[in-house]
Structure formats: structure tokens, C-alpha cells
């Protein structure tokens, strides 16, 4: 059952459907992310919600920040990268309290989609 689970979970992070996902290598739609997160993590409390969409919506843009620091290589660049960097890093540590009350698939699906 253990594994059903994870397939479907792995499976929902990439839904089209019944939300579309308008997000792209640009952009975050966070009511399709808001929907991933409920279905992966219902039991999760509200502040738990929105610290992790915090958390993939800045390991989104941090994504951005890097291909667009290696195209442009500026000092500015780099400075708001760090930034993204930090604010990620803070949040990270914010949520991993919350890790051992989660299941192992859960924590599973946290380390390699939202860590």
C-alpha cells in the first residue's frame, strides 16, 4: 500500500487537472501548488501549508535567479540569489520541526520536491 501511495503522491505533483497549472520555468501558480499540498499533506496545519509553498515557491525562483545570474553574471544578480538563498534556507529550518510528526513518505516527498 506503501508504495501505491508514493506512486500517486510522485503522480500529483504534476497533475493538469481539475486545476490547470499555469505555472513555467518563469512563473509559480501557487492555487495549483496550494492543491498538491493539501492532497500530499492533509493532516498538516495551516502554517505548515504556507510554509510550504513558501518553500516551492523559493526554490522556484531561486531556480530563475541561477539562469539568469549565469547568463548575466552581475553582481546584482548574485546579491538577490543569495538573498533567495537565505530566505529558503530560513524557512527550511522553520518547517524541519515539523518533520518527525509526518509520515515517511511524506518526509519523503519533502526531501526531494520542496528541500
Known sequence: MCEKYV???LQH???????????NSRTF????????????FPS?????????LELRE????????????????????AHTDEQVQAMFAE???NFESALPSLS???RQIIRE???
Not at 501558480?29 to 500530499?40: G, Q, T
Open 44 to 52: 498538516i496545519g495551516e502554517k505548515g501549508r504556507t510554509l510550504l
Open 13 to 23: 505533483l504534476w497533475f493538469t487537472s481539475p486545476l490547470p497549472d499555469a505555472s
Open 113 to 115: 520536491y520542496f528541500f
Open 91 to 93: 524557512k527550511r529550518s
Open 104 to 106: 515517511e513518505v511524506q
Open 58 to 77: 523559493l526554490r522556484i525562483a531561486s531556480r530563475c535567479l541561477e539562469a539568469d545570474d549565469h547568463k548575466e553574471r552581475t553582481v546584482l544578480s
Open 29 to 40: 501558480d501557487s492555487n495549483a501548488e496550494k492543491c498538491r499540498i493539501n492532497f500530499l
Open 7 to 9: 506512486s500517486l503522491a
